[in-house]
T-cell receptor, first 110, second 113 residues
Framework: TQLLEQSPQFLSIQEGENLTVYCNSS?????LQWYRQEPGEGPVLLVT?????EVKKLKRLTFQFGDARKDSSLHITAAQPGDTGLYLC??????????FGQGTRLTINP | KAGVTQTPRYLIKTRGQQVTLSCSPI?????VSWYQQTPGQGLQFLFE???????NKGNFPGRFSGRQFSNSRSEMNVSTLELGDSALYLC????????????FGPGTRLTVL
């Protein structure tokens, strides 16, 4: 059983479109992180959200942590081909252990 | 600073063999975590070492083991390899001040035939 469910698992859209990726759980996390992983590389941390209801922006990426700290979303505005990659959410539970979602494989077509 | 390095990058083994993977963390980082990534299960936590002691452990069989040296470099070992052990094995390091922020290496791609 996956503690963190990401949706959609696959997403292919045209350059310039907007998209939202969701990360849901029935468990509460002390904080939640989003990573991007490109082929042949390890995941790279994009953001950490800690407070319920928190919203963080990173250029065209907007991250939101749910009020109950059980879910999160990643919204990309005006997607570009460079946004292509595997997006992973990860929740931190006690003892600093990261629990990852299955990932969303995003493809932005020029 | 140099990033996290992992060796080897690719490895092919046969069932029943054992394998050792190596990870050198970012200079000054004392925490090293290992993860297994497969298409079916995603990224799963194996274990974490801090100052040469295993601090956390995931739900993997005893065939998976690790250790950390005094210079913070870490190795993981898988004995009696099974086909299902084929995966990308990722190592991540963090410093003691912010264990939430983990820096991943490029991984070792292990194929078991």
């Amino acid at each position: 059983t996956q503690l963190l469910e990401q949706s959609p698992q696959f997403l292919s859209i045209q350059e310039g479109e907007n998209l939202t990726v969701y990360c849901n759980s029935s468990s509460v996390f002390s904080s939640l992180q989003w990573y991007r992983q490109e082929p042949g590389e390890g995941p790279v941390l994009l953001v950490t959200v800690v407070t319920g209801g928190e919203v963080k922006k990173l250029k065209r990426l907007t991250f939101q942590f749910g009020d109950a700290r059980k879910d999160s979303s990643l919204h990309i505005t005006a997607a570009q081909p460079g946004d292509t990659g595997l997006y992973l959410c990860a929740g931190i539970q006690g003892a600093q252990k990261l629990v990852f979602g299955q990932g969303t494989r995003l493809t932005i077509n020029p | 600073k140099a990033g996290v390095t992992q060796t080897p990058r690719y490895l092919i083994k046969t069932r029943g063999q054992q394998v050792t993977l190596s990870c050198s963390p970012i200079s000054g980082h004392r925490s090293v975590s290992w993860y297994q990534q497969t298409p079916g299960q995603g990224l799963q936590f194996l274990f974490e070492y801090f100052s040469e002691t295993q601090r956390n452990k995931g739900n993997f069989p005893g065939r998976f083991s690790g250790r950390q040296f005094s210079n913070s470099r870490s190795e993981m070992n898988v004995s009696t390899l099974e086909l299902g052990d084929s995966a990308l094995y990722l190592c991540a390091s963090s410093d003691a001040r912010s264990t939430d922020t983990q820096y991943f290496g490029p991984g070792t791609r292990l194929t078991v035939l």
